[in-house]
């Protein structure tokens, strides 16, 4: 692995890659509240067929937090994004995976540039809670009210983190857990207390609802191949309101997209690519390299 700096749309981005350069560009784009180092041990797997770049968004990780008072909007992430795949592959379709956030955000991408993205490894990215039309005046007004009443994140220790993490998380190895927390907390001055890297400005609520609907005309723009992946043990679907593990449901949201292929992973949680990484970089390798459409 290698580590560097770059400047996007005003903003220092810590990069980490994995492989050679000269190399097919999969660019890894990580979850709310994660880093682009917990596909340290995914990329490992992946690394001798392509060189893998996955970014600390803006205000995670240890990239530079912006000083807007009013917080992130996805805008920005489809700025930064844009960018970043310019920046290494400026000629050249891509490939690119997204876990959760990441996998939302490159939804919306792959249908707003098209032309850009080859083949997209959808990791339990499935959309957020859908709100009501009435809740938009009490949102925004929430949003407004919470500017600058959020403080940071405290841990009365590393073992404080890694146990709430696992309670939402179970069956993450502690080897990777440790090595990834690098990259997700920071020391405070007092003794044995610990932070969360990313900005508190991430937890301010939206100002505007969310309708599964709005994603319906990207995924139709969509021409890259697409792979959804959602690990059977996960607490994400029920977060987003389907009750049940049913393949129907989980097709129908994506049935927008011309190419797509669904694939459970047994055992697997939320951060599926922090669980068995051979077999999902089995997965993705067998994926990417094959050219049968999908469906």
Not at 30 to 49: I, K, P, R, T, V
Not at 74 to 97: G, M, P, R, T
Not at 180 to 194: A, D, S
Request: net charge positive; glycine share 8%; with cysteine.
């Amino acid at each position: 692995m290698k580590e560097m700096i770059i400047q996007l749309n005003g903003l220092s981005h810590q990069i980490y890659t994995w492989g050679d350069s000269s190399l097919p560009c999969l660019f890894m784009i990580h979850g709310w509240l994660d880093s682009g180092l917990s596909f340290q041990f995914l990329a490992e797997e992946l690394a001798e067929q392509f060189y893998c770049i996955a970014p600390d968004l803006r205000g995670f990780g240890k990239t530079e937090h912006c000083l807007d008072p009013i917080g992130y909007f996805f805008e920005q992430y489809f700025c930064d994004i844009h960018d970043l795949l310019n920046q290494f592959s400026a000629h050249k379709k891509v490939f690119v995976l997204g876990h959760s956030m990441g996998g939302i955000l490159l939804s919306y991408y792959c249908g707003a540039f098209p032309d850009r993205v080859e083949a997209f490894i959808n990791l339990e990215g499935l959309g957020t809670r859908s709100n009501r039309t009435y809740e938009a005046p009490d949102l925004l007004r929430n949003w407004v009210l919470s500017r600058g009443q959020l403080p940071y994140k405290v841990f009365l220790s590393r073992q404080d983190y890694k146990t709430r993490f696992l309670r939402r998380n179970p069956g993450v190895p502690d080897k990777k857990l440790e090595f990834i927390m690098e990259g997700l907390l920071r020391k405070l001055p007092v003794e044995e207390q610990w932070t969360l890297r990313a900005d508190s400005k991430h937890f301010m609520p939206s100002p505007s609802p969310f309708f599964p609907s709005e994603l319906h005309p990207f995924l139709k723009k969509t021409r890259a191949k697409c792979l959804v992946v959602v690990g059977t043990h996960s607490h994400y679907l029920k977060w987003i309101g389907v009750s049940t593990w049913s393949r129907m449901a989980l097709k129908w949201r994506f049935r927008h997209l011309r190419r797509f292929q669904l694939l459970f992973i047994e055992g697997a949680g939320h951060m599926l690519h922090l669980g068995d990484s051979q077999e999902l970089g089995k997965v993705v390798i067998q994926f990417l390299n094959s050219s049968e459409k999908m469906r």
